[in-house]
C-alpha cells in the first residue's frame, strides 16, 4: 500500500478532504493535471488555441489533439474559407501579428491614461451620444404568430424558459412588423403556395449565427413556416433543437460547425440566389461584426439574397478593433483604435451589477457634471497624484453603468450604419425591457420597399 501511494499525486483537494488519485508524473510529485506550468514551455495549440501543449510535445499532440478530425472534415467543406470574416488590422498586418487584445490589455490602456485624458474621453462619449444615440425606441412586440409558444401549446417535450420565450418572440416581431417575416394561417402548415403569395421582402429561408440549441429557429419554423434552416454554431451541444426540427415534414434542416469567422456563405450551394433571413440572439462581441461580414460583404449574382437580419447585440467588451465592422466611423467620430477599446472595457459596466429596473435613462445621468467635480478636487490635490484607477473607483455604480451602456450603444450604432450603408434600412431598438435581460438591443433591417421609393 505504502509503494503505491509513493506514486499518487501529492496536489491536496481541499474540498474532497484528500489528495488527487492520479499517478504522478516522473521527476514530479504531482500528474500531469497539477504539475506547475513553467514559463516558457506551454504554447496555444496550433489546432484549437483553447488549450495549451507543451513545446515539446507539440508535434506528438497535432496528430492527436481531439479536434483533428472536425478540423480536417471542415477544411474539406467548400464553404469552409479561414478567416474570411475576421477582418483585418492595418497596423498588425505589417507587424505581423493578429493578436488579441485581452481584458487586462484594456485595462491597463485605461489606467495608463493621464486623468485629464479620461476626462477629455468621458466628454467626447458624451458628444458623440448625445448627437447620434437619440432614436432607440422601445420595440415590446409578442406576435400573436407566437401565441402556441407564449401559451405553452408546443411539444412538452421542448424546453421552456419564458423569459427567453419572450425575447425570441420580441425577435421575431420586430422582423414580423418590417415585413421581413409573414405569418401562416393559425394552426396549419404553410405549404408551397403560401409562400409563393408572400411578398418580396419575405424569406423561405433562415441563417442563424451562434445558434446554440437553435429553439430561436425552432419558433420561427414552428410560427412562420420558415423550409430551409441553416444553424450556425462552432461549439457542439446536447439537447438541440434539431431532433424536433427533423420532424417537420418539408423542412430542409443544415447544421453547420464552424467558426462564423470561416464561413464562406456564398459556397453554400443550397443557399445559392436563395432569399433568407439572418437572426443572432446574443452574439458576443466581435460575432456581431463577423456576422454582418459574412452577410453583406461580399454579393454577386449566385450569393444568398438577404432580405432581413435581426441581432441581438451582447458582450460588448469582447470586442475587438481588428473585427469591428465600422472602424471608418469610429475614426471619423475622433475616436483612436486604443480609445475604442477602452470604451468596449466600458461596456463591462453596464451589466456587472443587478441594476433592473432601478437603471435610469442613459440621458438622464450627467457623466460631465462628476468629471468637473472630480477636476475641482484634484485642484486641491496634486493632479500628477491622481491616478484613473482612484478616478474609476470613486465613480457611482450608477454612473459606471450608464457609462458602459452609452459606449455600447455609440459601438452598435456604427454597426447600424454599415448595415445601411450596404442597402439594407436598419434600426437599433430596446427588443425586451432590461428587467427581463439588461442586453436588449436589437439591430434589425430589411431591405427598402419599393413602393416607398
Same mark, same amino acid.
Given at each position: ?77 467548400r ?17 505581423g ?65 419564458e ?23 393559425i ?29 430561436l ?9 420558415i ?22 415534414? /418539408? @423542412?430542409?434542416?443544415?447544421?453547420? #460547425?464552424? $467558426?462564423? *469567422?470561416?464561413?464562406? =456563405? ?6 445559392? %440566389? ?16 463577423? /456576422? @454582418?461580414?459574412?452577410?453583406?460583404? #461580399?454579393q $454577386?449574382? *449566385?450569393?444568398?439574397? =438577404? ?6 447585440? %451582447? ?16 475614426? /471619423? @467620430? ?61 465613480m457611482?455604480p ?16 456604427g ?33 427598402p420597399?419599393?413602393s416607398?421609393?
Amino acid at each position: 500500500m505504502e509503494a503505491k501511494s509513493s506514486n499518487r499525486c501529492s496536489f491536496w483537494l481541499p474540498k474532497k478532504k484528500r489528495s488527487c488519485a492520479n499517478t504522478r508524473i516522473e521527476s514530479s510529485m504531482f500528474c500531469g493535471n497539477h504539475s506547475q506550468r513553467l514559463e516558457g514551455q506551454w504554447i496555444p495549440c496550433p489546432i484549437d488555441p483553447s488549450h495549451s501543449v507543451l513545446q515539446e510535445n507539440l508535434e506528438w499532440h497535432v496528430k492527436r489533439c481531439p479536434l483533428l478530425k472536425q478540423t480536417v472534415e471542415l477544411s474539406g467543406q467548400r464553404f469552409y474559407q479561414k478567416g474570411i470574416n475576421a477582418g483585418n488590422d492595418d497596423e498588425e498586418e505589417k507587424m505581423g501579428s493578429c493578436s488579441l487584445v485581452t481584458s487586462e490589455m484594456k485595462r491597463n490602456l485605461l489606467y495608463s491614461m493621464s486623468v485629464s485624458k479620461f476626462h477629455q474621453l468621458i466628454k467626447k462619449i458624451e458628444d458623440v451620444h448625445g448627437g447620434i444615440c437619440k432614436d432607440i425606441e422601445d420595440s415590446y412586440l409578442s406576435p400573436e404568430a407566437c401565441n402556441i409558444w407564449f401559451n405553452k401549446e408546443i411539444d412538452r417535450k421542448l424546453p421552456f424558459q419564458e423569459k427567453h420565450v419572450l425575447q425570441q418572440g420580441s425577435i421575431l416581431g420586430n422582423l414580423e412588423e418590417i415585413g421581413v417575416l409573414k405569418r401562416c394561417n393559425i394552426n396549419v402548415e404553410c405549404c408551397e403556395s403560401d409562400l409563393e403569395e408572400k411578398d418580396d421582402n419575405t424569406a423561405p429561408a433562415v441563417v442563424e449565427f451562434g445558434a446554440g440549441r437553435g429553439y430561436l429557429t425552432q419558433m420561427l419554423a414552428d410560427c412562420y413556416g420558415i423550409k430551409k434552416v441553416y444553424l450556425v454554431e462552432r461549439k457542439s451541444y446536447k439537447l438541440k433543437a434539431d431532433r424536433s426540427l427533423r420532424q417537420k415534414e /418539408s @423542412l430542409v434542416l443544415e447544421r453547420m #460547425r464552424i $467558426d462564423i *469567422e470561416d464561413l464562406n =456563405l456564398n459556397a453554400v450551394e443550397s443557399l445559392h %440566389c436563395v432569399p433568407y433571413v439572418a437572426v443572432g440572439k446574443h452574439l458576443c462581441g466581435p460575432a456581431t461584426d463577423l /456576422s @454582418l461580414r459574412c452577410c453583406l460583404s #461580399r454579393q $454577386d449574382g *449566385e450569393s444568398p439574397v =438577404l432580405r432581413g437580419l435581426a441581432i441581438a447585440t %451582447c458582450c460588448h467588451h469582447l470586442s475587438q478593433w481588428k473585427s469591428y465592422i465600422n472602424k471608418e466611423y469610429i475614426l /471619423s @467620430l475622433g475616436i483612436s483604435k486604443d480609445e475604442f477599446h477602452i470604451m468596449t472595457s466600458f461596456t463591462s459596466w453596464a451589466v456587472d451589477d443587478d441594476h433592473g429596473s432601478k437603471l435610469p435613462g442613459v440621458d438622464d445621468i450627467d457623466l460631465l457634471d462628476s468629471n468637473a467635480k472630480e477636476e475641482e478636487e484634484g485642484e486641491v490635490r496634486d493632479a500628477s497624484l491622481i491616478s484613473v484607477e482612484e478616478v474609476v473607483k470613486k465613480m457611482k455604480p450608477m454612473e459606471r453603468a450608464v457609462l458602459g451602456f452609452k459606449c455600447k450603444q455609440i459601438i452598435d450604432a456604427g454597426r447600424m450604419k454599415w448595415v445601411k450603408k450596404h442597402g439594407l434600412n436598419s434600426k437599433l431598438v430596446k427588443y425586451i425591457p432590461a428587467s427581463i435581460s439588461p442586453e436588449n438591443t436589437l439591430l434589425i433591417a430589411g431591405k427598402p420597399n419599393p413602393s416607398i421609393a
